[in-house]
């Protein structure tokens, strides 16, 4: 939790949070993200100040179990000073024991967004899903978060001024709005009228074009006029050399030949990031079979 002190921007856990929402599709399938389509609402984890904090506390984690439909699941929320913003014992259940640190007696507003993160914690517990380090656990999770409807409350509490700054959560606030974008995308939701943070609205702006240009990269039809000279430049190249040309290895595809095989190109679907491997060979329609994205092609 940064309180005061310099808030990190940009995409450095990029990669991590694609991997993540591959992962996602992998573990629950397709027509369980579906499911997750309505985000957890303002008003059922609104928290004012003349509320009862612990009371208050309770409900909002309840809404949340709620969410994730976690019914056997009870949430025993406590406060007391922490360096990080909150904690759960992640034990067999069905009761998990969530501390917050005592800011949020304050600062209840933000409880909805800690909690948030706290619940996937124990979402994934149950879905055994999980990266191998600390710190890739912790973005798997607010990725998930995020992209199940719940972590836009993470967003909406980082706050930035030329005096203070509050930031919830590991991911960035542009990779918050990155994955908050995938799911807005996916889903057809528009969270931008939920948010009561400048800041927050503001790096969901820039997440969104950020998504937005994975659905404009070669060999889909929507890449534009210098990504296509590129993508026929190293296609000729693997044409004529049998492989992937060295001089681009930041290309966002990669060219193959088995045998006799007919040139390939893999590259990630826009929608889950999954490799997708198709033939060369002009304009064509593919589907992603992990997330069902149906994606235009000229290989």
């Known amino acids: 939790m940064a309180n005061g002190g310099p808030v990190v921007h940009g995409y450095p856990h990029l990669e991590t949070v694609r991997a993540a929402i591959t992962s996602l599709y992998k573990r629950l399938s397709y027509g369980t993200v579906q499911t997750f389509a309505t985000s957890v609402a303002p008003a059922d984890v609104a928290f004012c100040d003349t509320d009862d ?36 014992e992640l034990a067999a259940g069905p009761e998990y024991f969530v501390e917050l640190n005592d800011r949020f007696r304050t600062h209840r507003r933000d409880i909805g967004a800690a909690l948030a993160h706290e619940v996937t914690h124990v979402y994934l517990h149950r879905l055994d899903l999980s990266f191998p380090s600390t710190r890739d656990n912790e973005i798997l999770t607010d990725t998930v978060a995020t992209y199940l409807g719940a972590g836009w409350l993470l967003l909406d509490a980082f706050r930035e001024d030329g005096v203070s700054s509050q930031k919830l959560g590991y991911l960035t606030p542009e990779e918050f709005g990155y994955v908050l974008a995938k799911r807005a995308l996916v889903f057809g939701e528009d969270p931008s009228m939920w948010f009561t943070s400048p800041q927050g609205y503001e790096a969901y702006v820039k997440g969104m074009a950020r998504a937005r240009s994975d659905e404009q990269q070669p060999p889909l039809t929507a890449a534009g006029w210098a990504g296509r000279r590129r993508y026929a430049r190293d296609r000729r190249h693997a044409q004529d050399h049998g492989r992937a040309p060295l001089a681009q290895p930041e290309a966002p595809y990669s060219f193959s030949r088995g045998g006799p095989e007919p040139l390939r190109v893999s590259f990630s679907c826009p929608t889950c990031h999954q490799r997708i491997r198709v033939p060369v060979g002009g304009r064509m329609r593919a589907r992603c079979a992990l997330c069902r994205t149906v994606l235009e092609c000229d290989t």
């Open 53 to 88: 904090l612990h009371l208050g506390a309770q409900r909002v984690a309840r809404e949340l179990v709620r969410h994730y439909r976690l019914p056997d699941a009870r949430m025993i929320v406590g406060f007391r000073e922490m360096t990080h913003a909150a904690n759960v």
